[in-house]
């Protein structure tokens, strides 16, 4: 069972930035290279938001059209993490921050971290 660990949320100002991490491990037939991650994000009272995606060697990536520009997704498959640079923090990035490891049928969630942005 592959199991993710979301770190690195908290409370920044607006215009302040932040890096996220995704810790995963638990990996038995494939490894963490075969899976494709992404973020995404929850806001209080709103419906999960997709913000970011890389493939499994990291060499490409898409976001949603709300953080691009601001937000960079890496990775570092020597170990097993995934990673969400954001910049320019504006409020309505606030919200619980998910990584999502997929492979073919398979995914897999990480119980969140929360992002707070206020002033």
């Known amino acids: 069972q592959v199991h993710l660990v979301e770190s690195g949320g908290g409370v920044v100002q607006p215009g302040g930035s932040l890096t996220l991490s995704c810790a995963a491990s638990?990996?038995?037939?494939?490894?963490?290279?075969?899976?494709?991650m992404n973020w995404y994000r929850q806001a209080p009272g709103r419906q999960r938001e997709f913000v970011a995606a890389i493939t499994r060697a990291g060499d490409n990536s898409i976001y949603g059209d709300s953080v691009k520009g601001r937000f960079t997704i890496s990775r570092d498959n020597a170990k097993n993490e995934m990673y969400l640079k954001m910049n320019s923090l504006k409020f309505e990035d606030r919200g619980v921050y998910y990584c999502n490891a997929v492979r073919g049928y398979r995914g897999y969630w990480g119980q969140g971290t929360q992002v707070t942005v206020s002033s």
């Open positions: 638990g990996f038995t037939d494939f490894t963490f290279s075969d899976y494709a």
